[in-house]
């Protein structure tokens, strides 16, 4: 059997560029921005100045380039940020010409609402800041940078999830979700919570980071710090993070994966003192970056879980 005759415009076609696997993923973030956007009243995106929420940010502006990000971002500040951290949120914020929501957990210490825990962690306590925080602004629609891959709790949660009027999640009543059609709707008092890096992975992150060209506070690469190890971790010294009798400080070449509540946030000793070389290393590790670095999940076995049915992000 011949071949069918090759016609002159199949002969002058230009082969359909292939989509890399960074292409599909920013793709579909991008389409789950301009979706829910467009379905929702009120959204907000939750910027903390770390590495998933600057990448976030960085999809946002792409999303709606080139008219201005159409919703403000919102921080939930529990007083035990890294200064670094916090410096680099408001020079982004400033830089984009955003509007930023602060919810503070001091405020609700200092007038009596929330008690310090006896830990001394405060990541906990962001629960509720943050629902007030969603519903003195009315929002309807909060972006996360929650991905799968960082702990099992977020790995049930659909990319478009449903909170109930209490703000709480019911992990065992989600909606389906079918191909790329994503359900926002929402009755009064309820919102929905929506996470455009689900199917992203930690490497992943890294990658577009690196292809991008996107600037991150400068303890994500290795450098000096005092620390000291407790429960298997190198938490740093500070106002907020003392070290206990028996626990000795030292210097150490450390960098940060993630960048949480200083008092249970813990460094891991690197070398990686630029984006490239911390790809190589979050390529060839075998623990996750909560399961190396954050204290608040070791609380329980389903920590986490808990903490998301009552409100957490």
Excluded at 18 to 41: G, K, M, N, P, Y
Excluded at 87 to 113: T, Y
Excluded at 143 to 149: E, I, L
Excluded at 191 to 211: A, G, K, M
């Amino acid at each position: 059997m011949r071949d069918p005759p090759v016609t002159t415009e199949q002969t002058i076609r230009p082969a359909t560029p292939r989509l890399t696997q960074l292409d599909l993923l920013e793709s579909e973030a991008i389409h789950i921005f301009r979706e829910v956007t467009a379905e929702c009243e009120r959204p907000v995106l939750l910027f903390s100045g770390g590495k998933d929420s600057v990448v976030m940010l960085h999809l946002a502006a792409k999303a709606f380039w080139p008219a201005p990000m159409p919703f403000p971002v919102m921080h939930v500040d529990t007083g035990h940020n890294f200064p670094e951290v916090l410096d680099f949120r408001d020079a982004a914020v400033e830089r984009l010409g955003l509007r930023l929501v602060v919810e503070k957990v001091q405020d609700w210490i200092d007038d009596g609402r929330l008690a310090e825990r006896a830990d001394g962690t405060r990541n906990p306590l962001q629960t509720q800041p943050l629902l007030e925080g969603i519903a003195k602004g009315r929002f309807d629609a909060v972006y996360g940078g929650g991905r799968r891959d960082e702990e099992k709790a977020r790995a049930k949660e659909r990319i478009v999830s449903l909170r109930d009027g209490f703000g709480q999640w019911d992990p065992r009543n989600q909606r389906p979700e079918l191909w790329n059609l994503y359900n926002a709707r929402h009755r009064p008092g309820e919102h929905v919570r929506v996470f455009p890096l689900s199917n992203w992975t930690e490497l992943d992150v890294w990658r577009y980071i690196e292809r991008e060209q996107i600037e991150l506070p400068s303890i994500y690469y290795a450098h000096d710090r005092q620390v000291f190890r407790r429960d298997g971790m190198w938490l740093p010294v500070g106002p907020v993070t003392e070290p206990r009798d028996g626990e000795q400080v030292v210097t150490r070449h450390v960098r940060y994966r993630t960048v949480g509540d200083m008092s249970c946030t813990g460094a891991v000793e690197s070398d990686a003192d630029n984006v490239h070389d911390v790809v190589v290393e979050v390529a060839a590790t075998t623990l996750t970056e909560r399961g190396a670095t954050r204290a608040d999940d070791r609380i329980s076995e389903a920590a986490m879980e808990d903490r998301k049915k009552e409100g957490y992000f």
